[in-house]
């Protein structure tokens, strides 16, 4: 079982590395792409609560300060996918709507946790960090002839792809009764190329195409606190701090323009580069969680992140330059309310032992389209964790949720995805003493 675990650890990591863009939406072009979502199956349930969260047979990165719970037997191994179905509506300019629908499926995460000594926690694993995908074009008239018919059109075509995965290593150690520390040190790596293309339909105008890309590689450092206090028998009180570190990508973003003359073929190339173009933003987080009878689990998170202070690399339409801009970007807010409710987790009736999850969020835009503000988020999710019993144990879970998020902005293209989250969570009793008589 061991070996069958550690080779689908294997297998999940080297599939997360190696896969494609998770998202159609034309908003992933801005910035560095859309945020993933970081929390693992039995988070999404809850649509992403997790700060003040604090669980002995899962695994929470979220916030390190929770490795700490870790059941001292176990082993705890993790890993999701998800798959999404997205709308796109767009008002045209005679005030109909164009609706056009686009599928997407991930490999999202693995990680795993164990109890390093008594009161440490350690935890390790592969998370995304953001994705970029999306093709769309538009043609325009270039000239009418005299009796107002387009004798030429010109399209402009935009396309990009790539994201940003972060592996790590982190540690949570309860040194203080209820009080807990933790820390996550990772290594992000990936890249993007976008480019637009605008071509003319008679011939003789020349063709010019825009790449932008850049290669990151840096690291990422993440801490956490969490305080746990027992009012009584029944009732349990969890508060979460954390903080995430903000720092250069190590990244040197490039734009290539190409200018071909289609009537020679002859091109011309020029390449501008960005040095430490690209920042990671300081984020801070505050979560706080109630469960009564190991029952009922109620939270409430709130993150900020302030990508209000990072520059961004933009073309000047005017002047040719591409440099480091400021006020692109926007400080993003979001608050999330989510609980779990499981009947009752010692009974032998299989429904009374499943967890019954639910969650609600909203989000601020961390990008600006066009010098307005991007698209809000509303998210809404339900879920089950569903234990599983086998001949090893009856410890792991099977996580499934659907969620429904609504991303939209005035006088922009609206997105309603309805995403399918599944995780797997092992939980072998891989450090348990038997006893032979």
């Known amino acids: 079982m061991k070996k069958t675990i550690i080779g689908a650890l294997v297998c999940a990591a080297a599939l997360t590395a190696n896969a494609q ?65 997205t709308n796109f509506k767009e008002v045209k300019d005679d005030g109909t709507y164009k609706k056009i629908n686009a599928n997407n499926s991930d490999f999202e995460y693995v990680v795993g946790s164990f109890r390093l000594m008594p009161k440490l926690g350690f935890s390790f694993g592969i998370l995304p960090f953001t994705n970029i995908g999306y093709n769309y074009s538009r043609v325009g008239e270039v000239s009418k002839d005299s009796e107002g018919q387009p004798t030429s059109k010109s399209t402009e075509t935009h396309s990009g792809s790539g994201g940003i995965h ?36 008679d011939g003789y105008v020349n063709s010019v195409m825009r790449t932008y890309s850049a290669i990151v590689r840096s690291y990422n450092m993440d801490f956490g606190v969490q305080w746990e206090h027992r009012w009584s028998k029944n009732d349990v009180t969890v508060v979460g701090l954390t903080y995430g570190l903000g720092h250069s990508l190590n990244s040197d973003p490039e734009l290539v323009t190409v200018i071909r003359n289609p009537q020679t073929g002859v091109a011309s190339y020029d390449t501008i580069r960005v040095a430490d173009g690209l920042h990671m933003p300081s984020s801070l987080g505050l979560g706080v969680s109630w469960t009564h009878k190991n029952s009922l689990t109620v939270g409430l998170d709130y993150t900020l992140q302030k990508w209000g202070n990072c520059d961004i690399p933009e073309l000047n339409a005017v002047t040719g330059e591409y440099d480091k801009v400021g006020g692109l970007l ?69 996580n499934i949720s659907a969620q429904w998020v609504r991303a939209s902005a005035k006088d922009l293209i609206t997105e309603n995805t309805f995403r399918i989250n599944i995780g797997l969570t092992f939980n072998e009793r891989w450090f348990m003493k038997w006893k032979v008589e």
């Open 21 to 85: 863009s998770g998202t159609n939406s034309p908003y992933s072009q801005f910035g560095l792409g859309v945020l993933s979502d970081r929390s693992q199956g039995f988070n999404r349930g809850m649509n992403g609560l997790g700060l003040g969260l604090r669980f002995s047979n899962q695994v929470n990165t979220l916030n390190p300060a929770s490795y700490s719970a870790v059941d001292s037997l176990t082993m705890i191994f993790d890993a999701g996918l998800s798959g999404q179905v």
């Open 166 to 201: 972060e592996a790590f290593v982190g540690a949570g150690w309860n040194f203080y009764k209820g009080l807990s520390v933790g820390a996550n040190i990772g290594y992000l790596w990936g890249s993007y190329d976008k480019s637009v293309t605008v071509e003319n339909s």
């Open 330 to 398: 926007k400080d993003r807010h979001k608050l999330t309310l989510g609980t779990q409710w499981v009947p009752n987790p010692m009974s032998r009736k299989f429904l009374k032992r499943v967890n019954y999850r639910f969650g609600v969020s909203y989000n601020t835009p961390y990008v600006k389209v066009n010098g307005k503000d991007g698209p809000k988020e509303y998210s809404v999710s339900a879920g089950f964790g569903i234990p599983i019993v086998n001949a090893w144990n009856n410890r792991s879970m099977l």
